[in-house]
């Protein structure tokens, strides 16, 4: 692409006349970028994709600019032609969704507007569509409750810290010992960090056998703990396997100890969009805090997560003033406070692109979408289970998790079939063919083996379009391995 130089345009702040030029430019290297790519991830690895990627917007910093439309399109058509696209059926390694088109056209209006979060002068209108949603979504886990409240994080692990914090300064009002947190073995690694971030002590970590976190367990570990401020985490939607704590127990062994709980459905959360689904997550009401997201199973642009409290109190110790931000005179005036709802201070407003999705779907809408990702990995898992070549993993699917492997691994020693699974992915992944999971979890004997896991989020795709990548397994676990990528 050979465009002419507009150093007097490079500078240009992002009107609507200078975006709708630099959107076509945009628009036409994403074209590009997948037409060259041909597939859902770039061929011949990283070293190759390194080449090629520096050989379209190398140097970043030359001496002279080459203009807005040039820089622009080279930057994007690498980016683009370097992708791991989760809009081709066969991305489906990660809990990465492909964002909508309303959610992706509103986060250009978000970049554009660039209101900051952090104050009312810096973000008026936005602060007051942030509100809105984050009332919705409050009242979407804690319906029925007086006065829930939500505030928009950056996704799990911030929503996970904010959580802990919160706990942590409502047992160090009460005069107790530190906060003590039990956390599943199964639980997401944010949950450990963040104890550790806040100087808590090492979390109690519960056994999950199935990979669940067990009641009677947590009941053995809260006894032998003693009494003091503690706080249950629970999954709702683990990373691996899609499963989900049995919520209505843990939350009563938790209460039996005067525990607190707290949940993270940053998977799972937005099965309660469906009427139909959300009944996997019954007891979630009964949690002080609960985590989702929406940049998974929500089809939004990173990042979009949420942090839900049962009580809008509860938020009370995220507050903050700083005269040039939330001054006492302002407040009292009547400006909006708007630190207090994030630990960050500048903070995009991620809020747009939730508020466009949720009022352009309405929650049928969403449920609808919930519900076709769960119900395509149900067909997709017996695809599996009646594939002569391929086993499936008892109790799959999880959520829209699916786990297999190649009955070729099952006839190798544990460990050489560990192998051929991983040589599997990796080939697929050299050849640009397939973006497929891994997960080592136990088998039904309770031994751990490596498992191929798809994680189903498009809001399009059907079992029928994953025909195809049985077929690219199949072949590749008959065929030899390749010198470099077993093990």
Known sequence: MNRAPRPDAVADPASPHALRRLTSVA??????????????????????????????CAPVLPDEGVGAEDALYGIARAAAEGAADPS????????????????????????????????????????????EVTAALAHLVYAGRPEPDAVITSGGTESNLVALLLARERARATGARALQVFVG????????????????????????PGGRMSPAALDRALADCGPGPALVVATAGTTDEGLVDPLPELADVARTHGAELHVDAAYGGPLLFSERLAPRLAGIEHAVSVTYDLHKLGWQPVAAGVLAVADAALLEPLSLTADYLNADDDTEA?????????????????????????????????GATVEHCVGTAAEFARAVDDHPALRLRAGSPGISTVLFRPVAADALPREAGDELVAAVRRDLLAEGRAVLGRALVPDADGSPRLWLKVTLLHPRTTADDLGGLLKLVTERAEAPMTAGTGG
């Open 27 to 56: 628009l036409d290297a994403l074209a590009d970028g997948a037409a060259a790519r041909g597939g859902p991830l770039p061929a011949g690895g990283p070293d190759t994709v390194a080449a090629r990627t520096r050989a379209l």
């Open 185 to 208: 073995a199964n639980a997401h690694h944010s949950v450990r960090r963040a104890a550790w971030m806040l100087g808590l002590p090492t979390p109690v970590v519960v056994d999950c």
């Open 88 to 131: 081709d059926p066969h991305c489906v390694a990660h809990l990465h969704c492909p964002p909508l088109a309303v959610a992706a056209a509103a986060d250009l209006v978000a970049s554009a507007l660039n209101p900051s979060m952090d104050s009312w002068d810096q973000a008026p209108a936005a602060a007051v569509i942030e509100e």
């Open 334 to 366: 009547g400006l909006p406070d708007l630190l207090g709802r994030s630990i960050r201070t500048s903070r995009r407003p991620d809020v747009l692109k939730i508020a466009a999705t949720l009022r352009a779907l309405g929650r049928r809408g969403m």
